[in-house]
């Protein structure tokens, strides 16, 4: 949780209600343009009466162990952390105000030592509503932040509530918790005490694990300084390995003032030295001023030299308007109708680049936003910087969008996704919805319809492309039956989800419910889903490489689960046992393909076999227990990935988690630890080909390899190279594989030969992974191994040492969860050779990575600042040639690359050809593209000259 006046929440303010616009509807069509010529369309600035608020509410609660001093319950504009514990910024408002704000915060259930424990997100009908807010290291609302998974983008959107735990005396805040709507716990926030003023703040899941909400390049905790009243005066961020890391703003710190009422003066950002730096929201920091009411009144910008700045880009306040100063001016109720922007004296007025000097908003009763018109300085509809000049909604008895229109300043309809929109509710239920388009900002189109018929039917009409959607639901409200068509009912396939229906049965025994998904194509046929185009759209959607999906549950004291996963892992088992002093413990185990226990990945990339946790989640939530075991019921090691720091337990007093060895000796220094440590190759079958025609399992550990041969369990990355040169070399041969695995009657390792045929691994049906083992579990490997014969690796023995030695690049596609645009779900799931790469900007001439090129320029080339356009030419069967283009820097295509230089001549003899193709290719490319090239210099030559 963050302070929610953090000028980075406002900064998202408006793409909130842009990104809700979506959403706005109304009942019939006929009903477009007619708030134009309302007398009411049009709200001109009054000044603002002066209001006598009255005292907020007292509410009766029943006290608890936390609440045991006062009942007493506080409604205010917003809040602000001191010395971590929320509390109402400004002046509290009273129940009719707060009936008059789109949302407001009810803060309640205050401690012994007189803190308020409970922060809700209230809206004007009195209804907890989905405000999620922005984390210190994420704001969910900002879709330009791709460092998110995305996955807990939505989670976070969906908070409502935040309650803090406090330890034994009430004083200090341990632990603070995000619920959604439905009372479930969305994540933990855990601030760990390591100073008199300072703290180091982690976010964990319901379990207690810590959670993946950015990658590897993003923020994962927060270390926070406080002033001499207790508000934060500084924030860095930093990552899993203690360096400092950015935020979603791209800065490393944050400097913060406040004055004695807790009033923010400054939000600067910082570089890792502490030094002011300009971040992607276009400034280096904003000061801003309040009136008593704890309105904002004015904000202004300035750059890394304390210089005013105009921000300028998609990262501005308000969605893209650029401003030195903005002023606003509120009504009555403290809601905002009019802002107006300044040079930075607070009176000379300014435009944006589009000539917006204002905007005014118009409320209904409720305090829901029914219009916002922009204007210039003459009074002039003019242009938003997003496009629009007039938005107008109307709002149902119970809160509901049901009207939007969207026009721009000459009157015509503008497409903001949609430019005309309409619903129909009964409650909070939508049973009708209709949204349209213009191609001439006259006529509109319609582009979707909804319909919902009772409980048990739902019904999503698309007649551009010509799809209806029918689901059909029972009646405890789980979706049974999803078919597509076209609108005259013929059978079809949905384009975005690759199936003409999916249906689920359940069936259910004495405290069992058993959960059986299938999937059909227009012809009625169960669908193979081993058919690559359906798994594209079944892998990006649903994390399925098979038709049917089987979920077990038990009674609610005891559940069992089979879980999918998308992309990692295809089934993962829970057991959870909940007691009667609220204490939860669970069991987690891998489960492959068929089923079975192995030790494979899970969602997030984590290596395990089975996990057994306790989370004490009554109170100060003082402990987090894991311990890990492998398929003999020995202590293992689990990992976030096959390359991550091992632990086998974890120990949690107050938030600060200690890993252990697995004798239980802490690890002090988990990156020297894990170097330590053997590692085995272990197999993951992720398609039920592998298990059926192969024999293989997961968790098999791979021993050889056609003429690859493992010797001894270490971390070289050498041995893996050769592995991965092995996996090419035979993709289209008859090979061998011999593994060791467990054997279930005897608890006793055996090895085996596997006879593959030809074809890569992922045609095969699984994966190679690189595990840590213990060193019990190495004693074991090399006993069997040492049975096996002795004979010489035969790619080693067949290699002439007067072969020339050639540099091979080879690229790993890697799979992200979430990422439907990196090069794994795009199609490119084997290892591959980079034959070469070029990368263009719009300024500059492109850069060329060829393979007689170093490390240096692959980097260069793959890491071009402001590249918009890549393309990468390659191979992954030693025969043709693969051709990739990649579009705009956002564009992320999650890749590993390394270079080996063994000289096999395997590798090296059938890509002399390649790379003489290659390079022809890469030649005609960059003559077709120096024309573009050419052009687009001189079309800015041109606009220069122009603008002179």
């Not at 319909?451 to 029918?470: A, H, L, M, Q």
């Not at 068509?485 to 049965?505: E, F, I």
């Not at 077990?552 to 559940?559: C, G, P």
């Not at 393309?871 to 040639?881: A, H, V, Y």
């Amino acid at each position: 949780m963050i302070n929610c006046i953090d000028k980075r929440l406002l900064t998202m303010a408006f793409i909130v209600v842009v990104a809700t616009m979506a959403m706005a509807q109304a009942p019939r069509r006929g009903l477009s343009g007619r708030l134009f010529n309302h007398p009411n369309a049009h709200f001109t600035n009054v000044p603002a009466p002066t209001i006598h608020t009255q005292p907020a509410p007292v509410q009766t609660e029943v006290p608890n162990d936390e609440t045991n001093d006062t009942l007493t319950v506080g409604l205010y504009r917003g809040y602000i952390k001191q010395y971590g514990w929320i509390r109402g910024f400004g002046e509290p408002i009273s129940q009719e105000t707060a009936n008059h704000l789109s949302m407001h915060y009810r803060l309640s259930r205050k401690n012994r030592a007189g803190h308020w424990t409970r922060l809700e997100y209230i809206d004007a009908y009195g209804n907890p509503t989905e405000s999620g807010g922005s984390l210190y290291i994420i704001n969910p609302y900002d879709d330009n932040d791709t460092l998110i998974d995305e996955k807990w983008r939505k989670r976070l959107k969906g908070i409502v509530r935040w309650e803090l735990v406090g330890d034994e005396t009430g004083e200090r805040c341990i632990q603070e918790n995000a619920y959604d709507k439905a009372g479930t716990l969305v994540l933990s926030y855990v601030p760990v005490r390591i100073g008199e003023n300072r703290v180091l703040g982690h976010y964990v899941d319901m379990w207690g694990m810590p959670v993946q909400i950015r990658n590897e390049e993003g923020a994962k905790y927060v270390m926070i300084e406080w002033d001499e009243n207790g508000y934060e005066a500084e924030q860095t961020f930093l990552g899993d390995d203690g360096f400092p890391k950015q935020n979603q703003w791209g800065s490393y710190r944050s400097r913060l003032t406040h004055d004695k009422r807790g009033f923010p003066q400054s939000t600067m950002s910082c570089n890792v030295d502490g030094s002011y730096m300009i971040d992607k929201s276009g400034n280096c920091g904003q000061r801003v001023v309040y009136d008593n009411r704890g309105l904002e009144i004015s904000e202004t910008n300035y750059d890394a030299d304390n210089q005013l700045i105009r921000v300028h880009g998609n990262s501005g306040h308000f969605g893209g308007v650029d401003y030195i100063q903005e002023i606003s001016e509120y009504d009555v109720w403290g809601r905002n109708i009019r802002t107006w922007y300044s040079t930075g004296d607070g009176h000379t007025s300014d435009t944006t680049r589009t000539g917006m000097y204002e905007l005014i908003r118009g409320y209904d009763e409720h305090g829901n936003c029914t219009s916002t018109e922009c204007f210039g300085l003459q009074g002039q509809p003019v242009n938003h910087n997003r496009g629009f000049s007039k938005i107008f909604r109307q709002y149902d008895e119970w809160g509901n969008n049901t009207y939007f229109e969207c026009r721009d300043a000459e009157g015509k309809f503008l497409n903001f996704s949609i430019c005309l929109q309409y619903a129909v509710y009964d409650g909070d239920k939508s049973i009708y919805e209709a949204g349209y388009e213009t191609t001439d900002g006259t006529d509109t189109v319609c582009t979707f319809r909804y319909y919902c018929f009772g409980d048990s039917c739902k019904v999503w009409e698309y007649p551009e492309s010509d799809i209806r959607n029918t689901s059909h639901y029972d009646n405890q409200g789980r979706l049974i039956d999803d078919i597509f068509t076209h609108l005259d009912g013929a059978p079809t396939r949905s384009p975005k989800v690759g199936y003409h229906r999916k249906t689920t049965t359940f069936d259910v025994h004495p405290g069992v419910l058993t959960e059986v998904v299938q999937y059909y194509d227009e012809y009625g046929m169960p669908m193979d889903v081993n058919n690559a185009v359906f798994r594209k759209f079944i892998d990006d959607d649903y994390g399925l490489t098979y038709n049917r999906m089987v979920l077990i549950h038990d009674s609610l004291k005891s559940r069992k689960t089979v879980q999918t996963f998308s992309g990692e892992l295809l089934l993962k088992q829970f057991q959870q046992v909940l007691s009667s002093d609220m204490e939860a413990r669970r069991g987690e185990a891998g489960l492959d393909i068929m089923g079975q226990p192995a030790r494979n990945h899970y969602s997030g990339g984590g290596i395990f076999y089975e996990i057994f946790t306790g989370n004490n989640i009554k109170g100060a939530f003082t402990t987090a227990y894991t311990g890990v075991v492998n398929e003999y019921g020995e202590p293992a090691y689990a990992a976030k990935s096959d390359r991550q720091d091992p632990v086998v337990y974890a120990y949690n007093p107050y938030g600060e988690t200690f890993y252990m060895d697995i004798d239980g000796t802490p690890i002090a220094d988990n990156k020297a630890f894990r170097n330590k440590l053997p590692r085995a190759y272990v197999v993951e079958v992720y398609d039920s080909i592998a298990t059926t025609r192969w024999g293989i399992r997961s968790g098999d550990v791979v021993m050889q390899y056609g003429h690859w041969k493992y010797p001894l369990l270490n971390s070289g990355n050498k041995v893996e190279y050769d592995l991965r040169e092995a996996t090419l070399e035979l993709y289209d041969k008859p090979k061998n594989m011999t593994v060791m695995r467990r054997n279930p009657h005897t608890n006793q390792p055996e090895t085996l030969t596997i006879a593959l045929g030809p074809g890569t691994l992922s045609t095969l049906g699984f994966h190679i992974l690189r595990v840590y083992y213990t060193p019990t579990e190495k004693a074991r490997y090399e006993a069997a191994y040492s049975s096996l014969a002795t004979e010489e690796a035969k790619s080693k023995a067949s290699r002439k040492k007067s072969e020339p030695i050639d540099t091979v690049v080879f690229l790993r596609p890697i799979r992200y969860n979430g990422n439907a645009r990196n090069l794994y779900s795009q199609g490119l799931v084997n290892d591959a050779v980079v034959l070469g790469m070029v990368s263009m900007t719009n300024s500059q001439e492109p850069y060329v990575f060829r393979h007689t090129d170093n490390a240096e320029r692959l980097d260069s080339c793959r890491f071009l600042q402001g590249r918009m356009k890549q393309r990468l030419w390659l191979t992954t069967d030693m025969k043709n040639i693969i051709t990739v283009d990649l579009e705009g820097r956002d564009t992320s295509w999650d890749a590993a690359f390394w270079y080996n230089s063994s000289g096999n001549p395997l590798l090296t003899k059938p890509l002399k050809r390649l790379y003489v193709e290659a390079d022809r290719l890469m030649d005609e490319y960059l003559q077709s593209s120096e024309h573009s090239h050419v052009k687009t210099q001189r079309i800015k030559q041109l606009s220069s000259e122009l603008s002179k």
